[in-house]
Each structure stands twice: as structure tokens, then as C-alpha cells.
């Protein structure tokens, strides 16, 4: 059987933003059986909805060395690259002796830079999705809602849950938790809703004590999702109305997941970055420096974030409930 291998590099929304790329390849090289070399976290979805067909962690040692020297490479890493047929490397940007390790062994080899140019305002996933054109791979296929597998975490029949994840794997990419807790009191005032509050490791402690100090001196019914796999947030995901976070992995999960998403977004650029989806509202503030970029390292309060009212995530989170009601 002839195989690709497909070497991504990138975190866990830079990697479900290459969702669209990776489908298209699936779709336009019937035949080749695909071998995915990424973060193995969100494994299961991703081989649930054959976008690959068997996945390794590039943080295996096998591929340490990959990086760092062009000769030399182990026999078991030798074999492994000569048994593909072709390779397309998905990275921010190129690396001399990855590139040359990997067109050693695989000659037909296409990088796919991951990230627009500088000063090129363009949707990461329509960049990639272009540059796969060029290399002559079919892109018009638009890729489906995905599915994710159903399980029995939670149960509460007759309620409409609203999933928030307040954290991100930038903390300057983060709205005020406080903003948060107001807006679910306000979504709360209005009609009775269940929340789930996703909390993983970069959240920390204290947002966890927080988070439940709110709920147990308050009048929500809500539950604490803390850190649960990508596949059991992915099945709490489906069974929501409606998914409001930052700029972040869990924000982009939920969007190709089909759920309605209200995406908040401050120092980050959402025309290039923001999450893909039929049903996905992007709310900012527009305080006049944001999108900054990179240079929000440089912000001492992030302003386009704290400026951000809860008014308006409101007006967007009831305006995707109407819709899901109707």
C-alpha cells in the first residue's frame, strides 16, 4: 500500500486548524494510507473521523534526532521514513535539517507553512488549503461537521447546557474570569441553564477554587469539567446549545465540532486565526491597538480583553441560542 506521511508540528488549535488540509488530503489521495506524526492527545478524533489513519507522537524519541543532525540517522528511523512514498511537512517555518532528513529518505516532500507571512492578513486553514493547491492536491471538498463519540458523563435530561472553557493556553489571550462568572449569572437570570466550566491544566488552582467558590455561593446549576482527555470534553461539547471561550484549542474543538461558539478575542487576530465554522460568532472589543499579535508579551494589562463588556458576549451567546431554538 502506498502511504503518506504527514508531520505536524503545532499545538492543539494550530493542529485542529490544519483539520481542513488534512481532510482534503484524506479526500484527494484515495489509495495511500495516511501515517500522522503530531500531538497524539486528540488522537481519537481524529482517526474517528478518518483524517488520518494512524497517528504517532512527534515527541517520540525516534524522531529526536531529526532536528539536529542530517547523517548518521538510526536504522529504525531510516526504515520508518522508507516506507513512505511521499511527505508533507506542516511547520511554522522551515528547518534546514529536519527538511533535509526528511527529502533524504522521502524525496517527494512538500512543505506546507503553517502560518501566513508576515503582514498577510489570511485564514490560517484557507493558507494551508492554498498551498496544498499549488502542490496540486484538489481542495474544493468542504470538510464536514466532525463527530465525536457519545458517552454517559453527563446526564441532565430536559436542560440545555452551555459549555465555557475561561482559560487558554496563552494567559493573555484569557477574558477576566470575573467577566465570566457575571455573564453567567446574567445567561442565567434570563432562562435556567446547565453549565459546564472546562478547566485544564494551564487554568491552575486558583481559577479551580474560584470557578467553585462561584458555583457554591451562588444560584447556577453548573458542574466543573477539570482536566478531562480531549475525547470526553469533545463528547460534552455535542451535547451542548452553546460554547463560549477565549482564543484556544478547546474554542476551536468546539467550533468543527458544530457546536455554536461565541469566541472571544483580544490580542490575537480572528482573521487569521479565529475558529472555523458555520456557527461561530467572533465578539472584540476593537480597542484601537488589538490585534497586536505577538507584541501583546509587550501589553502590561491587556487592555482589548478588559475593555471586552459582558453585555456584548451576551448579546452574541442569546442571539446563537435564538437561532438553535428556532
Known amino acids: 500500500m502506498r502511504k503518506i506521511l504527514i508531520w505536524h508540528h503545532g499545538a492543539l488549535g494550530d493542529l485542529i486548524l490544519s483539520f481542513a488540509a488534512l481532510y482534503a488530503l484524506k479526500r484527494s489521495a484515495a489509495g495511500y494510507y495516511l501515517h500522522l506524526v503530531s500531538r497524539t492527545d486528540i488522537a481519537d478524533i ?77 485564514s490560517v486553514s484557507l493558507f494551508q488549503l492554498e498551498q496544498l493547491g499549488l502542490a496540486g492536491m484538489p481542495t474544493d471538498s468542504e470538510m464536514p461537521v466532525l463527530e465525536a463519540r457519545r458517552n454517559s458523563l453527563l446526564v441532565c435530561p430536559g436542560q440545555t447546557v452551555i459549555a465555557i472553557h475561561p482559560g487558554s493556553g496563552g494567559k493573555r489571550k484569557c477574558w477576566p474570569i470575573s467577566n465570566y462568572f457575571a455573564l453567567i449569572n446574567l445567561l442565567n437570570s434570563h432562562m435556567r441553564y446547565y453549565f459546564l466550566i472546562i478547566l485544564g491544566p494551564a487554568e491552575g488552582h486558583e481559577m479551580y477554587e474560584r470557578t467553585r467558590g462561584f458555583i457554591s455561593g451562588g444560584d447556577v446549576e453548573a458542574e466543573i469539567v477539570k482536566e478531562a482527555t480531549l475525547a470526553d470534553i469533545a463528547s460534552l461539547l455535542k451535547m451542548s446549545s452553546l460554547y463560549i471561550g477565549n482564543d484556544s484549542g478547546i474554542t476551536h474543538l468546539a467550533s468543527i465540532l458544530g457546536v455554536p461558539t461565541v469566541a472571544l478575542f483580544g490580542p490575537t487576530n480572528h482573521e487569521i486565526w479565529g475558529p ?27 487592555r482589548c480583553l478588559g475593555s471586552l463588556g459582558v453585555e456584548k458576549v451576551l448579546d452574541a451567546a442569546e442571539e446563537l441560542l435564538r437561532v438553535g431554538r428556532l
Open 46 to 122: 481524529i482517526l474517528e473521523n478518518e483524517l488520518a489513519d494512524e497517528i504517532s507522537s512527534n515527541e517520540s524519541g525516534l524522531f529526536a534526532c531529526l532536528f539536529y543532525t542530517a547523517k548518521d540517522l538510526p536504522d529504525a528511523l531510516k526504515a520508518f521514513l522508507k516506507g513512505f512514498d511521499k511527505a508533507f511537512i506542516f511547520m511554522k517555518r522551515a528547518d534546514s535539517v529536519f527538511e533535509e532528513n526528511i527529502r533524504g529518505h522521502i524525496p517527494e516532500s512538500y512543505f506546507v507553512r503553517t502560518v501566513p507571512h508576515d503582514g498577510s492578513i489570511m
Open 276 to 302: 472555523a465554522g458555520r456557527h461561530v460568532r467572533v465578539v472584540r472589543s476593537g480597542y484601537p491597538c488589538s490585534a497586536c499579535g505577538e507584541q501583546m508579551e509587550k501589553c502590561a494589562d491587556i
